[in-house]
């Protein structure tokens, strides 16, 4: 299945959450899709972060990552999700934070910059390292409609989706349907 990144995959607000957000209907068994299931897709989301991520300043053009780190990043994805969707519901578990710092670890360890440019998967164990050792808890969310992570910047913290274009829309127009069907009767 061919597969392009858009905008709208980098609604996260921090790589790391990109990168955990790059499974789509996470809790859903039997719609899930890992969009890095593919090598490919891994290298292609590199250079999409490099257009639309919005810490693409903070650690210039990225690197793809080197094949033998690849099973390293999604460690990296699967701890940097856990923990942070446990912060968020305040769940926070001791074990959760260890398991990212330990992935963090690994990661950063065993990639070096690479000509050069700083791999995905440094790039993403920076970003985690820095949402955990900085929490803003009332800014981190989770979307109510497709379940992703997101930082809400928003100045009175008030931003209910990842991204309205597409997440507010939907539900907008969920909404609107369900008025309409219940105004028209049986």
């Known amino acids: 299945m061919t597969f392009t990144w858009t905008a709208h995959r980098f609604a996260g607000g921090a790589l790391a959450l990109d990168v955990a957000n790059s499974i789509v209907l996470r809790f859903d ?28 300043t903070r650690f210039g053009p990225l690197a793809p990552v080197a094949a033998e780190n690849r099973a390293k990043l ?28 330990e992935a963090i ?28 050792a900085n929490p803003e808890p009332d800014r981190l969310k989770i979307c109510p409609n497709c379940g992703w992570l997101f930082l809400d910047r928003s100045r009175n913290r008030s931003r209910t989706w990842c991204d309205m274009a597409v997440c507010g829309n939907r539900n907008k127009a969920r909404r609107h349907y369900h008025r309409n069907r219940e105004e028209s009767g049986p």
């Open 105 to 132: 670890a690994v990661v950063m360890r065993g990639s070096p910059h690479s000509g050069g440019l700083l791999p995905l998967d440094t790039a993403t164990a920076q970003s985690a390292l820095s949402l955990a």
């Open 29 to 56: 068994p039997e719609r899930r899709i890992d969009r890095f299931a593919d090598a490919a897709a891994i290298d292609s989301f590199a250079e999409a972060a490099n257009r639309f991520g919005v810490e693409n």
């Open 74 to 101: 999604l460690w990296l994805r699967e701890a940097t999700d856990r923990h942070f969707r446990a912060e968020i519901s305040a769940n926070g578990r001791p074990e959760l934070l260890a398991d990212l710092l």
